[in-house]
């Protein structure tokens, strides 16, 4: 299986491209980039309003409210009776948090020893969801227990290393009219279906995870059910704080990114969405109970439309994008549908094919005397319009075909003499293991007949060439390719001897006019197939990743590994 087996092409498909990445791969990356993050400190605090309720208050209002009181530094059980509990009691404090998006503290491998940090992304059997486990760096909740008099109980607890409190939530990644994308802002919207520079990268991706709107309410693990700190986490980040959130359709603990540049590539990405692939067993299904190893090797498949072309809906693929031999060498996998890759390839020979489709000009007329002279004239006119053929199925993605006749002739029935030239030209392109071979052959036909029908024809030019291009792929995403390139001369020269010339008009010396010049029009036109047009393709993503082992699938389309490198 792998990417071997990619067949965009299929009717179940259809996507311009494919960015597929793991499980295991993205959650090595995510670590590695909270990290590193600068996220903000959220800071929200609450007080009881005139019915009881829940009120967003300021912080520092909060604290010139109380009198000067900070409530993340009263301690945790701090006595009731204490001046401070009464300044919060008396300003109607409930509840606050501060937190930051973040690695948690005492985890491996930054603490050496400590317990491994559950995955930040789960990928399930669900194609439409992700699970995702948001952790913090920081997190400190305070919350206020009244009783008939104020204050009752003093709760001040903050995260403990290697103990994190998890927010846990299953997220719609379906970016469709029918999903809870389509309910956010049209601001939000673009903002999530991200179309520069990093749309593939895992800064966007926490992004796109930790919007509320698109999550289930949260469960949190670290922390036991029913225990104060519970309800208080619960009350303070799960309540109204949550809720604003869901309804403005806005980031959890305002994360937030930068957009970067979007590189050059030579498919514009105009379209996108998600869909979860399980890890697939040998029959095309989705494993029942994968092991750890094979859950790590379940994909995020990023289903893109390129050039405006309408986006197809989401379909579980029916293999695995990433083998576990591959699993320590690569992250994912870009794949370009074959007819993606093949109309891109049609666009840059055309001009090179259609250079070489001649229209024919040929004028047979008698002149002099008692009109005994005979005359001929001839021509080739290049850049036609070839016939193009997009096979579905194959190795053969494309076919040019081209041919054009011109005739004409003098005196009765052509008795006085004739000529005929028959241009053709067609061009072939298969796509095969590493390999892109282009075969063109031109033929140009030229018959003449003079006196006493006398007659001389041959393929003047005869042609092929056929270039073939081995494939490679540098880390930025640009093909590269080695060219050989075989020449095949199969032209004839239909001059015979000095009696055609005695019988038929000088019809032999005619022919080597002819024939030269129609040799030396088609050898100024038709070359070999320029390096630069296979080395011109560059793949997507080149800001998030590097690429390398690029060929085509049994299916055609272009598939390379790839590894994050901007995290």
């Known amino acids: 299986m792998g990417f071997s087996s990619s067949n965009l092409s299929a009717a179940a498909y259809g996507y311009s491209f494919v960015v597929a990445t793991t499980q295991e791969s993205i959650n090595a990356s995510m670590q590695q980039y909270m990290n590193g993050i600068k996220a903000p400190e959220i800071m929200m605090c609450y007080i009881m309003d005139q019915n009881g309720n829940p009120q967003s208050i300021d912080y520092q209002t909060l604290i010139t409210q109380a009198n000067g009181t900070d409530p993340f530094s009263v301690p945790d059980g701090t006595p009731v009776t204490d001046p401070r509990i009464q300044n919060l009691s008396k300003a109607y404090f409930m509840y606050a948090f501060k937190a930051q998006i973040g690695l948690p503290a005492g985890y491996a491998p930054l603490t050496p020893g400590g317990p491994a940090l559950p995955n930040i992304v789960v990928l399930g059997s669900s194609t439409a969801t992700v699970q995702f486990n948001l952790t913090c760096s920081e997190f400190q909740v305070t919350e206020a227990t009244y009783g008939p008099r104020g204050i009752a109980n003093w709760l001040n607890q903050s995260q403990p290393a290697g103990q994190a409190w998890i927010f846990s939530s299953l997220v719609d990644m379906q970016l469709t009219p029918n999903s809870d994308y389509a309910n956010l802002p049209p601001a939000v919207q673009a903002q999530i279906k991200n179309l520069g520079g990093n749309a593939f990268s895992v800064q966007q991706l926490l992004f796109d995870l930790d919007n509320a709107a698109l999550q289930s309410t949260p469960t949190i693990t670290g922390v036991v059910p029913g225990t104060p700190l519970y309800n208080g986490l619960q009350s303070a980040f799960l309540g109204p704080y949550m809720t604003q959130l869901k309804t403005n359709g806005q980031p959890v603990l305002g994360y937030s990114i930068q957009q970067s540049t979007t590189p050059p590539a030579s498919i514009t990405l105009t379209d996108l ?231 038929g008009s000088d019809v032999n010396s005619l022919m080597n006019d002819i024939a030269t010049w129609v040799q030396d029009f088609a050898a100024t036109n038709f070359t070999d197939i320029p390096l630069n047009t296979v080395q011109s393709f560059v793949f997507p993503g080149g800001n998030t990743f590097t690429f390398d082992d690029v060929s085509f699938s049994e299916n055609r389309d272009l598939v390379s590994h790839i590894t994050y490198v901007q995290v």
Not at 346 to 373: A, I
Not at 470 to 499: E, F, I, Y
């Open 273 to 503: 969405n998600f869909e979860v692939n399980p890890y697939m067993g040998t029959n095309g299904q989705p494993v029942s109970s994968p092991t750890t190893d094979q859950q790590g090797l379940s994909s995020l498949c990023y289903l893109c439309a390129a050039n405006g072309v309408q986006l197809p809906v989401a379909n579980e693929f029916s293999w695995n994008w990433i083998d576990p031999s591959e699993e320590s060498s690569y992250n994912g996998v870009v794949a370009i549908n074959r007819n993606t890759f093949a109309n891109f390839f049609e666009t840059q020979l055309y001009p090179t094919v259609s250079k070489c489709c001649f229209s024919p000009l040929v004028r047979v007329w008698l002149s002099g005397t008692f009109d005994t002279t005979v005359n001929y004239q001839w021509g080739l006119s290049g850049n036609q319009t070839p016939t193009v053929n997009m096979p579905s199925t194959g190795s053969t993605v494309a076919t040019f075909t081209y041919s054009g006749n011109a005739s004409d002739q003098a005196g009765l029935n052509g008795d006085m003499g004739s000529m005929t030239l028959t241009p053709s030209m067609n061009a072939t392109v298969v796509f095969t293991g590493k390999t892109i071979v282009i075969t063109q052959h031109l033929v140009i036909y030229v018959e003449i007949t003079g006196t006493f029908g006398v007659t001389l024809s041959g393929n003047v030019v005869d042609i092929t060439y056929t270039d073939t291009y081995t494939l490679g792929v540098d880390a930025s995403g640009s093909l590269t390719a080695t060219l050989n390139s075989v020449k095949t001369d199969n032209s004839v020269d239909p001059s015979t001897n000095g009696w055609s010339n005695f019988w």
